[in-house]
């Protein structure tokens, strides 16, 4: 859709290159381990990287700020039109519910939004728009060049459509909602539903909620 996710031609590079990095979890031999049952297809993948940003209110957040956590991060903006919106509306609202049915582990985890139009989503509109999501949800900003190594470690691809200098213009990126655990590796993709398919959408939040529960420990 424009200006929620990539094209197919980038999408269709991307994908492959999150199925190799997931392969990289093997055994000494080369061949899966016994114990792979028990871990997320992006188990040994090579994605995320310490980092400083800014949060939204204004102060300096690192990765490891969350060491021992789980982080659920979504790469996304505050202007975008569609998917962005709805992808954290279900993630969110899923959350939401894993909080009243097992608090002590969702307090274990941190929600994030990475936003990927750092020259609009100032602090302060990254902390209204979080908040109408989540009060747990927090969002991150930062320069042109510290969000582009940051997309860079986390496997995401993104681009500006529209005339240089313009004000009002789409972000087109790729749609990687991902899970970390408390030593900030990877453990799989958040199972979104494409907003294209409104019949599929309807079981996103359970199919979520299920996810929480399944690898949130």
Known sequence: MAGGTMNKASLALVLPLLALLAACNM???GNASSGDS????????RIGAPFTLTGQDGQPVRWDDYKGKYRL?????TYCPDVCPVDLQRIMQAFARFEKAAPDRAAKVQPMLISVDPKRDTPAVLKTYVAAFHPRLIGLT?????IARVAKDFVVLYNIEGKPGASDYLVSHSRTPYLFDGDG????????????????????PDKILAFLEKWVR
């Open 73 to 77: 991060v979504y790469f996304g903006y």
């Open 142 to 146: 930062g320069t042109p060049e510290q």
């Open 27 to 29: 055994g000494a031999d």
């Open 38 to 45: 028990a871990l997320g297809e992006l188990a040994g993948a």
């Open 185 to 204: 590796k990877p453990v799989a993709l958040v199972p979104v539903d494409d907003p294209g398919t409104p019949d599929v959408d309807e079981g996103a």
